[in-house]
């Protein structure tokens, strides 16, 4: 059974980790390396981070960052949901996922976005499970190992907030 926390500073080894098997993918983000503790810490809202643990270990995270710093976006956050490699297909991602939602609206987050490789089927299909829709598709949006890379956008406005 997988337990839904709240992330605590403590827990950033092992979800630099998860983060760090996503990022090999190649299928989850730009990013080449995972981000230091103080970088992460400052882009990330507090109240909207949570992990998932099963027997004790983190097997994966999700959080929101702010998409802008201006008054009108504070309710606009993007998403990251990351799956530690031996817990995919296993349900983490969307338990995280709806917990994440849920943290969202206490927050007064009314719109959730999220940017996803077109190759990634199996975030596309969390999203889809989550309420998320497609926005639009960003085309060679940025250029990865020599590649340039589409990105769907996808969002889910909040019934609540």
Known sequence: MVEIDDMRASDWPAVRGVH?????TGQATFEET???WEDWDRCHLREC???ARRGGRV??????????S???????AEVSVYVAAA??????GRALGGALVEVSERAGIWTLEGWVFPENRASL??????GCRVVGVRERLGCMNGCWRDVVLVERRSRAT
């Open 20 to 24: 760090a098997e996503g990022i090999a």
């Open 34 to 36: 995972p981000a230091s």
């Open 49 to 51: 981070r949570l992990v």
């Open 59 to 68: 097997a994966g995270w999700a959080a929101l960052a702010p998409v802008s």
């Open 70 to 76: 201006r008054h009108a976006y504070r309710g606009v």
């Open 87 to 92: 817990e995919r297909g296993s349900g983490v």
């Open 125 to 130: 299909a969390l999203c889809e499970a989550l």
